[in-house]
């Protein structure tokens, strides 16, 4: 049985027939790249997933180590007697906190390079006069046109997001870096950057913005992660009790507009921990910037369920314009669920990939946003699993009840029927209950349905805020109004309604009521 290669990013040690790792081969995308006419790419991929391995791949093929491709695609196409000196930049070790910070972690990364290629520049102290002078003295000593590759370009600017005056600073570093890029063209065989975002090319590219992105080009869909035909060919020896639909339905679901795609680190943790599901690539990230931001907007957090935005908006971001949407997508807690061409521009529907980022995501959103506990699984479960109204109420109420004082202090949160949705919405998602948010119906929309996986009990759900807990009853009384229920009197053996309302004096649940349709 092959070894798992977790963590392992260096192409030469995952190919050593010694260590017998798995591999799944990248080369027919790796030479459709390289071969592909212009020859500077750009790649936006979450983290963990497979970037850095890709780029190293491709350092390896340019520097002609043929030995290491033997068996795989590229091995008899490429011409192995052709090498090119690489110059290969990456921004993934450890975190820049400062300027100086910046400027050691480009010096080192350019005096690394200079002693691979053995070379020297004349000034160390200009950054972009130093490696501008590396790429042309590679070119003259090598007679041969420079490859450079660039792993984790936005990293720096990242880890210093929340600070806006240094992530200027640090853009404006690395901006004047890669315009090099450009300036060096008549030296370069080949140029591409991977990171996790795309900032927009006024920001950060204006020096270089002959770029082709590749990030949502279905020819290069897979150039990351695994797919389903990789995990049942490549893991063929683990799966023995894997049931594929569910591995897929907590792993897979990644769409860059072509074949979906499964995080190859969980599919790799999965296996080295036992075949046990967890949330084993959320756990690797910290997305409290996120959850911040969530919280400073009042996001309505159900629009992450279906949500659309356009081509230019997914697209890129910059410090100054930070569109939280685009942040999930590009970080990969959403993914494209569906593509749209309206009014010649295409427009792209989100939602969560799959299960783990579904709720892991809104388990830490509940936990850190909006209380302070620990999801209690066990009441809401059996109540739904032994349809008892009673203790459904029970779990809801504690919900609120655990609430601490200041998530009301210095604002008017409580005033809107948002917050209490968030607050549901967040904890049924964090327990992986599947529910439909803002469900359509031909009267409107329910503000939150929840059906067993064998339709036996549906629950039409919904919010209102009220003045006092004297002028209630709203909320029950729209379901009927609307007949809501209709939509599922042909599916579900039973129907609850439930009215849930919330005082803005008492900022608590003021009402709950509930009725069996059928």
Partial sequence: MKNLPIGIQTFQKIRDKKENYIYIDKTDLAYNLITKEGGYFFLSRPRRFGKSLFLDTLKDIFEGKKELFEGLYIYNKWDWKTTYPVIKISFGAGVVKSITDIDDTIQELIENNERRLKLDCTDNSKHKKCLSELIRTAYEKYNQKVVVLVDEYDKPILDNITDKELSKEV?????????????????????????????????????????????????????????????????????????????????????FLGEGVYNPFDILLFFSKGKIYSHYWFETGSPSFLIQLLKEQRYYLPNLENLYMSETDISSFDVDDIKIETLLFQTGYLTIQEVRTRFNQRIFKLSYPNLEVRTALNERIY????????????????????????????????????????????????????????????????????FIAEDTTNLGRIDLTIATPDMSQVYIIEFKVVENKNRNGKALEQIKEKKYHEKYLNKAEEIVIIGIEFSKKDRNICKFEWEKIV
């Fill in 171 to 255: 853009r404006d570093r690395l901006k004047n870096i890669y315009s090099v890029i450009k300036e060096s063209d008549q030296y370069l065989k080949f140029a591409m950057l991977t990171g996790v975002s795309k900032f927009s090319k006024v920001s950060l590219f204006s020096g270089l913005n002959n770029l082709e992105d590749i990030s949502l080009d279905e020819g290069y869909a897979t150039i990351c992660g695994y797919t389903h035909n990789d995990v049942k060919e490549s893991f063929n020896e683990r799966l023995d009790g894997v049931d594929l639909d569910e591995l897929k339905k907590w792993y897979n679901g990644y769409n």
């Fill in 367 to 434: 936990r850190y946003l909006l209380t302070n506990n620990i999801l209690q699984k066990n009441p809401i479960f059996d109540a739904i699993e032994f349809k008892d109204m009673k203790q459904f109420e029970k779990a809801i109420y504690q919900v609120f009840a655990t609430l601490p004082y200041n998530s009301y202090t210095k604002n008017d949160m409580h005033h809107y029927e948002g917050y209490y949705a968030n607050i549901i919405y967040s904890y049924l998602s964090g327990l992986g209950i599947e």
